[in-house]
């Protein structure tokens, strides 16, 4: 079965090297999943395309269809790619308006491959310090290695020791991993019975065990 | 007064928030007693403009008017004759179940049966701890509140043991239902597959209040909803009881409307400065223009969701002034709900249920017969009247307990 991964990219200019590094980290994983003889697909998303709707979704309660379905296909994904350029040492406000109108379980389970865009290295802990507890507290599996690329690393006065690319080759190593092993969570369907009767099968299950979300 | 009463297959009506908005023209705000004053006005208007169904929500913090709805739906019902009152919705979540059971059978009393009521968890977070109860605990509340609210009004004598409200040893909720057959009861939900889930246990009906977001959204509930009634053993998925909101605004040609209706709509404090009025018909069941604009988005609501039994529009909203609000009951009354009535007819299968009545229901519990009558036992000096409080019910303890 093939593997979809859903890349989310919050970058606001075009070309945005938050692009290019959500190019770079698609094209990674789709190398390493290649190697380990697992079929895959991915779609990118650019998050300047639903700004709109995402202020809509904030102002109105409802994701505009283009949102709606760019949330769909991440609800659905087996892993996501988040790539967020840092302003004011943390996420774009843009990428967090988006997370705070995804369904709070739209990712929950799904492994994340974070990445990260700014004008110098000082801003790389922003991934493990600002993004990283956000997809923890969604219940998401962010993957260990998160990506940070500075204005240097796509010039001459890149890290030589470790360079971007071969950061982004052990962060889609440890997500194809992720994807090719035997536990890969399975999505369930918020909908079908059996997910929100909690292995019920008839509503006296939740009138005799109360359901613990509210 | 409309002769398109004839069809009870499907009820029209409107419900009402209860939101007290300034008028974006005059900049005025209605007063709390002029807008209740017009929420009478409003109700008896539809009634003689034909339509079937009033229902006001629940709310406890202005800029809302609505906080005890039985009081405002037993008075509309002292003034007419033939609507149907409701709710949308009743505070599941943070009303007493045992309130609920006693009030609303005094509704039903007062209004000879024209009355029914939906369940709802509440928008406003703040009215949880105000209440006493936990946000948290919002989904087993309304599980463990119906489940007794249920029970209240099936059974004479109550023993009830639960999380969320003090026990109850030996309890009659009084007065018993009118003709002893319970309200029927709808259960609205936005998001929750748990609700669609209990309305189909309890073969109770299921609305959504198609306003606010795209189609797809309220199908996948609905459509859950009516595999699960088929599958508690009610009936067929089509014989489920859906009912479904609306919105629209209306003038005789559709650039009117548009133009009468802008300011309300970017002044609303629901979707003022998100999407245009354009966009937001679009995504959403409102709809701004002609009556025949009105018509058409409505008769197609079935293909979507299947043939239904209750059609609601939200009209009185947004500062729209009376005079405005009764202009479009007006229209409905005139021009759609009559046309609405002839097209959703056709083409309905025979086994598709009509629109719950009160006379329905109990025709279905008694069939010829005559329906039961509880007279309660007499006082036995200290306010109760022991085992069995009705006289035509045995005592647990024997006839010698009832002495």
Redesign the interface.
């Known amino acids: 079965m093939s593997r979809r991964i859903a890349v989310v990219s919050a970058g606001l200019s075009d070309p945005s090297s938050t692009r290019m590094l959500a190019d770079k980290l698609v094209q990674a994983v789709f190398e390493a999943l290649d190697d380990r003889g697992v079929e895959r697909e991915a779609r990118v998303f650019e998050l300047r395309d639903v700004a709109h709707d995402i202020t809509n979704n904030l102002l109105t309660g409802f994701a505009p269809k283009a949102l709606a379905e760019m949330n769909d296909y991440v609800a659905k994904a087996d892993a996501l790619i988040a790539v967020t350029p840092i302003f004011s040492t943390s996420y774009s406000g843009l990428f967090k308006s988006w997370i705070d109108v995804l369904d709070r379980d739209a990712i929950e389970g799904t492994p994340v491959l974070l990445g990260a865009t700014a004008g110098t290295a000082r801003h790389s802990l922003a991934i493990d310090y600002a993004m990283r507890p956000l997809f923890t507290h969604l219940h998401a599996e962010p993957i260990s290695t998160g990506v940070f690329a500075a204005s240097s690393d796509w010039g001459a006065e890149a890290d030589s020791v470790a360079p971007l690319q071969k950061r982004i080759d052990r962060a889609a190593g440890e997500l194809a991993d992720r994807l090719s092993g035997s536990s890969v969570p399975q999505k369930t369907d918020p909908f079908a019975p059996e997910a929100y009767l909690a292995g019920g099968s008839s509503f006296e299950d939740l009138l005799t065990k109360l359901p613990s979300r509210g | 007064m409309n002769d398109n009463t004839t069809w009870q297959g499907m009820q029209f009506g409107l419900m009402s928030v209860s939101d007290i908005t300034r008028n974006p023209l005059t900049r005025e705000t209605p007063s709390e007693a002029q807008r209740i004053r017009d929420v009478v006005t409003i109700a008896k208007h539809a009634e003689d403009a034909g339509l079937d169904v009033f229902a006001i929500g629940e709310h406890h913090n202005p800029p809302f008017f609505s906080s005890s709805p039985t009081t405002t739906l037993a008075y509309i019902a002292a003034q007419t004759e033939r609507l149907l009152v409701s709710t949308s919705t009743t505070l599941i979540t943070t009303n007493d179940p045992v309130r609920i059971a006693e009030d609303y059978a005094m509704l039903q009393h007062l209004s000879g049966g024209r009355m029914d009521l939906m369940m709802g968890r509440g928008n406003t977070g703040p009215v949880y701890p105000w209440f006493g109860k936990?946000?948290?605990?919002?989904?087993?509340l309304a599980?463990?509140n119906y489940?007794l609210l249920h029970r209240l009004w099936r059974e004479d004598v109550v023993d009830f043991e639960g999380?969320f409200r003090t026990a109850l040893n030996g309890f009659t909720s009084t007065p018993r239902p009118l003709d002893d057959v319970a309200p029927f009861v709808w259960h609205g939900s936005i998001r929750t597959?748990?609700i669609a889930?209990?309305a189909?246990?309890y073969g109770d009906g299921f609305f959504a209040n198609n306003i606010?977001?795209?189609k797809?959204?309220y199908q996948?509930?609905i459509s859950?909803y009516r595999q699960?009634y088929a599958h508690?053993g009610h009936g067929t998925p089509e014989q489920a009881i859906v009912g479904l909101g609306g919105q629209a605004f209306m003038a005789k040609n559709s650039q009117d409307a548009i133009d009468q209706f802008r300011p309300f709509f970017n002044a609303a404090p629901?979707?003022?400065?998100?999407?245009s009025m354009e966009?937001?018909t679009e995504?959403?069941p409102l709809t701004v223009g002609s009556p025949q604009q009105v018509i058409d988005r409505y008769a197609a609501m079935r293909d979507y969701y299947g043939d239904y039994q209750r059609q609601l529009f939200l009209v009185d909203h947004a500062g729209l002034p009376l005079k405005m609000v009764l202009e479009q009951i007006d229209f409905l009354g005139q021009d759609v709900v009559p046309v609405l009535r002839r097209e959703l007819q056709k083409n309905r299968p025979a086994n598709v249920p009509d629109a719950p009545t009160h006379a329905a229901l109990v025709k279905a519990k008694y069939g010829d017969k005559a329906p039961r009558q509880p007279r309660p036992n007499a006082n036995r000096g200290d306010n109760v009247t022991g085992g069995s409080p009705y006289q035509d019910t045995e005592s647990a303890f024997g006839s010698a307990a009832n002495r």
């Not at chain 2, 936990?134 to 087993?140: A, T, V």
Request: net charge negative.
């Open positions: 936990d946000i948290r605990q919002g989904l087993p599980i463990e489940q999380k597959p748990e889930e209990q189909a246990y606010f977001w795209p797809e959204h996948r509930l859950l699960r508690y629901v979707y003022g400065n998100g999407p966009d937001f995504m959403t």
